[in-house]
């Protein structure tokens, strides 16, 4: 739908996509045209109204394991991978108790790196230094391939764990210190490394080595592990129970039909990246944002209701057409959807477009 050209006409596009994707669409339109359509845009509208600490000013509203930030938002709206595969605690709830258990059998390789650029200086002497960009954000890094330098594989993973679970883990220096300190690590060398020459040397090695990965790393999760290839891996090799698996990332999202940020941030961030992230992540859309209702009370004590959208009428049929199909259909067969409307010539007409 979002891919449709007839993406600003969500009935168009959606009646174009569901033909295309073999959904219902007589179901999908009676649900969207009568009460249960209404109904369902109404309770959208409920939770969304309900929302504080803090309250929506604006859509797309992004929550990540019940918690927004406008740097949270600002990320998902161009790394959605990225920020899904950072919430995923795997090395301080999954990977450390794992290696506590099992690692008279388990050979486990860290590599660490973060997506930081930096600058060859070369020296008179023809030997060469980097200068790291944003070098501030990349001290945990730093001091994370120091210690996977110097120590055994437990106590690596004790003081990963340990960060990682740190009230000050975003001041990672700090993390760092108090972590080492607790378990009973040598911190002024592994500052020294990490500050030194040795660190921005194992720093250009975490690179060349996971450069060397095949295939390509599309996930770096905290601490920047190969989460998205060694967390099913490790399940497999090791047999662990799925009650012990890390609790899936939850993220709500927040949005009108029509409205282009929404728009953008579904067309290339949730759709594309919902296969990849689907093992790691549960998704809760609620399509309604700015729309106003006006209740209609009847003679007989019932009540109905009538919607006014930001982006007009097209906007509350996009809404409708997305609550019935969210209610009837799996999330990934939902996105699938959407997907095809926004991308149908039709996307402005929602119910062809969801038919298409």
């Not at 797309?60 to 406008?70: F, K, L, M, P, S």
């Not at 709830?93 to 060859?120: E, H, R, V």
């Not at 009370?297 to 409708?320: K, L, P």
Request: glycine content about 6%; hydrophobic content about 35%.
């Amino acid at each position: 739908m979002y891919s449709s050209k007839n993406y600003s006409k969500p009935a168009v596009a959606a009646e174009e996509c569901s033909t295309q994707l073999k959904f219902d669409w007589p179901a999908i339109n009676e649900c969207a045209s009568g009460p249960l359509g209404r109904g369902l845009h109404l309770r959208s509208g409920e939770i969304f109204q309900a929302l504080k600490n803090p309250k929506p000013d604006y859509v797309d509203w992004i929550i990540v394991n019940g918690v927004h930030t406008d740097a949270i938002n600002k990320r998902a709206d161009t790394d959605l991978l990225g920020l899904i595969c950072d919430t995923y605690t795997y090395v301080s709830q999954q990977l450390y108790p794992t290696y506590q258990k099992l690692g008279s059998i388990l050979d486990i390789q860290l590599n660490t790196f973060a997506f930081y650029s930096w600058t060859n200086q070369t020296k008179p002497d023809g030997t060469y230094d980097i200068t790291i960009k944003n070098l501030t954000e990349v001290q945990g890094t730093l001091i994370q391939a120091c210690v996977m330098e110097m120590e055994p594989i437990d106590k690596t993973l004790a003081l990963l764990s340990c960060m990682f679970t740190s009230p000050d883990y975003q001041t990672q220096v700090n993390a760092g210190k108090q972590c080492s300190e607790k378990l009973g690590l040598n911190w002024a060398q592994i500052n020294e490394c990490a500050q030194g020459p040795l660190g921005r040397g194992l720093y250009i090695q975490g690179f060349e080595r996971m450069m060397a990965v095949k295939p390509k790393i599309t996930c770096i999760s905290y601490g920047n592990m190969y989460v998205i290839y060694l967390a099913p891996l490790l399940l497999a090799i090791v047999g662990i129970s799925e009650s012990s698996a890390e609790p899936l990332v939850q993220l709500n999202v927040y949005y009108e039909s029509l409205c282009p940020d929404c728009k953008q941030f579904l067309s290339t961030q949730l759709i594309p990246n919902y296969k990849k992230l689907q093992s790691i992540m549960s998704v809760e859309l609620v399509p309604f944002g700015w729309a106003k209702v006006t209740r209609v009370n009847h003679t007989d004590g019932t009540f109905d209701v009538n919607f006014t959208c930001q982006h007009g009428v097209q906007e509350c049929i996009g809404n409708q057409i997305h609550n019935c199909v969210l209610n009837s259909e799996s999330i990934d067969r939902s996105l699938e959807l959407f997907g095809c409307m926004y991308s149908s010539k039709n996307y402005s007409k929602p119910a062809v477009a969801a038919e298409e």
